[in-house]
């Protein structure tokens, strides 16, 4: 006996599928990213100390104290802060004249597929 | 119901659930964070001084480029505007990578090389990691040339000529755009390497510490390189779509590719 499926049934299979799949992959990606920040012993170290420092360390050199140190209590967390709200500010304001002005009109303007 | 009211109701989902992962992401993987550049005293003082001669001229070069450009064509400058703050805010973003286990950030440099060239991008790039070893404790005053080249040098010239090679191969603006933020961050770490087992290596022989360092890498900036890849390609591609009277203006396409 021959199993035949109709093009249409295998469309309507495959948009169903598809969705389930990539939510499926997503839940999988929460899940991992979950368990690796909870068991992780070193947790979320940047690669300045698990790879930078760890080798300058083992070659006899460390980082010094910086010229202006603001790694103190939270005022690092507050510069950044800062340093966020104006540069996000910047790229915001500029974005939105880049991108949500209209574009004037070119000279010999055609369509294009490509991109 | 209108089409419109149903679009509405799915883009409001797709808002909400941007923002649910977004929450997860503050909740579950930010911690304490670190990102990379050289910090202050990693590299002996002649190898510090190598590198700021290194990264001079290229400064110089992009103030005079910067300067030029800027005379014949003020509307300039709001780009340049944008593409420093995208490059401070990028570079200074520790991204926690669940692969890994440890945070890294991105560049920026290989955007802002396709959209404002790549020497303006190292004086952009300059200006970034400046702010940041002054007032974040972000990389260092010696090491800031060593900073400029591996970022702004490398990243900025890598990130232009990827894109510049596939789009003459009529290569799509978002496979181009993609690798070029991949190859551009790729190419800042791959130069971090070659700096650091320079500048530490003593008496020791160069090759195999670079590789030690290399491989130390990959872990962490595989995965995010391709993230960067991904935000280079979608800019790009929303310029494309959006302004591409601006990228024509800014060579990066010709007027005839516009759409």
């Known amino acids: 006996m021959k199993f035949r499926v109709r093009s249409s049934e295998f469309r309507e299979l495959k948009s169903k599928s598809i969705p389930l799949l990539v939510r499926f992959l997503i839940a999988i990606v929460l899940l991992l990213g979950f368990l690796s920040f909870a068991f992780s012993t070193d947790k979320w170290s940047g690669v300045d100390e698990t790879v930078v420092e760890k080798f300058a360390k083992e070659h006899g050199r460390e980082a010094r104290e910086p010229l202006i140190n603001t790694d103190q209590g939270d005022l690092l967390i507050f510069l950044f802060l800062i340093a966020g709200a104006v540069g996000g500010f910047a790229a915001g304001y500029y974005w939105r004249m880049l991108v949500a002005e209209k574009a004037p009109k070119m000279k010999g303007q055609k369509q294009n597929s490509r991109g | ?259």
């Not at chain 2, 990130?159 to 993609?178: N, P």
Request: charged share 10%.
């Open chain 2, 1 to 259: 119901m209108q089409p419109n009211s149903i679009f509405k109701i799915q883009h409001s989902k797709r808002l909400l659930l941007t923002l649910l992962l977004a929450v997860y992401c503050l909740l579950f993987t930010a911690s304490n964070v670190h990102a990379m550049h050289l910090s202050e005293g990693i590299l002996p003082l002649g190898w510090a001084a190598f590198w700021s001669v290194i990264a001079a001229p290229f400064v110089a070069w992009g103030l005079w480029q910067m300067k030029k450009i800027a005379a014949v064509d003020i509307s300039f400058k709001p780009l340049v505007g944008l593409m420093a703050a995208v490059v401070f805010i990028i570079s200074c973003m520790p991204i926690p990578v669940p692969s890994a286990g440890t945070c890294s950030h991105p560049c920026g440099t290989g955007i802002s090389g396709i959209l404002v060239g790549p020497v303006i991008s190292i004086l952009i790039t300059a200006a970034a990691l400046l702010m940041q070893a002054l007032f974040l404790a972000h990389g260092g005053l010696s090491t800031w040339g060593a900073d400029i080249v591996s970022m702004g040098v490398m990243g900025s010239f890598t990130g232009f000529l990827t894109f510049k090679a596939l789009r003459s191969m009529k290569t799509s603006m978002a496979v181009a755009g993609f690798m070029a933020g991949l190859f551009a961050d790729w190419a800042t770490y791959f130069t971090t390497s070659v700096e650091l087992a320079s500048g530490i290596r003593g008496d020791l022989p160069f090759m195999p510490l670079f590789w030690k360092i290399l491989i130390a890498f990959i872990p962490t900036q595989l995965p995010l390189g391709l993230l960067e890849g991904a935000m280079t390609a979608g800019m790009v591609t929303l310029l494309y779509k959006k302004r591409p009277d601006l990228l024509v203006k800014m060579r990066v396409i010709r007027p005839e590719e516009a759409l």
